[in-house]
């Protein structure tokens, strides 16, 4: 198996974090490069939703990924196991990425050759929501374990995101899970929300997320 | 239904959040209540474990919970409608207790009457596990969920818990987690940790798992 690409990022001590991230768009509007900043809690699928997103998209746009994680390379190497382009970065304990960390990250890609960057960000509701990372836009994950409360209890997360992925509607059949509840909470804190419910075991619901992704790409890099 | 009796906490500048911890535990210890700190991503089911754990060892310890939320009170008001004795703590953004916030929520109860208090911390993985709350002994759910990879993603907050509690195992049946692998890299990381298979809506692994709490806190309270 190829060797995972591994980059230690560091938070840029005393930054204007909203400055360099509006750089760092600028940036990728010249290169015609569009960012993903996926968010959700550690387990509600962030890695299984990108392997499945860059299979549909494949003939569509080149992807890669940079994967966050305070300290492993496992999602990264699942990545590049089945082909695709992925960097990890590791933030040393840092519970979200910056746009500083991102930009250190994205020189390991050759972004010539990407029309589309995903980011996985670090497994948390919390943090992440607080840094612009730099993303075109930013896409949330909740599972469908996780409750149909999450928007009550986080309310940044979905303030900040322009896009809402209910994940693991396969186990709605055994789950309480409210999918209308969860709809009308996060759209009560953010109107502009979109909102898709997808499994990516089964498949459902993915073309519906693509659709909205390589429509947003297209837009942003000018296809 | 009684009002929830909510608390807006903030963090102690500069303070060292270790001696304020050390300074209360040996508070509690003179008090003869023990504190147990339960930590776990969004949505591992903190509230209904707490709920499932306070009507199990009713007829043995006189019990409190401390709910900690960034921006709501739907936990306290969960168990101040079934009768129990809670308090909610607002964080106002921050993804983590530390031992100051906490006194200042043990200020709202009457400790005299209390045996055991619980915390539930913020839903997060993370930053939780970087601060000493003060607690006696600090407890983490995995949900089955989530996947047993997460002791390889989130190690520190594996490495301060005394006890893992593997959780909804009810999913176990539509799911790939493997119970084994996930016990033996927690194990790894801290060959101390008690691991409990636990399932609130059935009930399975409940009484194991208060059996080793009551007798924590037996063992602590002097009783």
Known sequence: MEEVRLIEVKEEIMSDNKITADDLRARLKEEKTFL???MSSPGAGKTSLILKTLETIAVELKTGVMEAD???KVDAEKLVAEGYTAVQLRTGGFCHLDANMVSQGLEALDLKNL????IENVGNLVCPAEFDTGAVKNAMILSVPEGDDKPLKYPLMFTVSDAMIIHKTDYLA??????QMAKERATTLNPAIKVFEVS??????????CNWLVGEVKNFIGD
Do not use: A, M, Q
């Open 115 to 118: 029309d589309l960057v995903i």
């Open 70 to 72: 305070i300290d492993s």
């Open 36 to 38: 993903l900043n996926l």
């Open 174 to 179: 055994i789950s309480d899970f409210n999918v």
């Open 200 to 209: 990516s075991k089964t498949g459902e619901g993915v073309r519906d997320w």
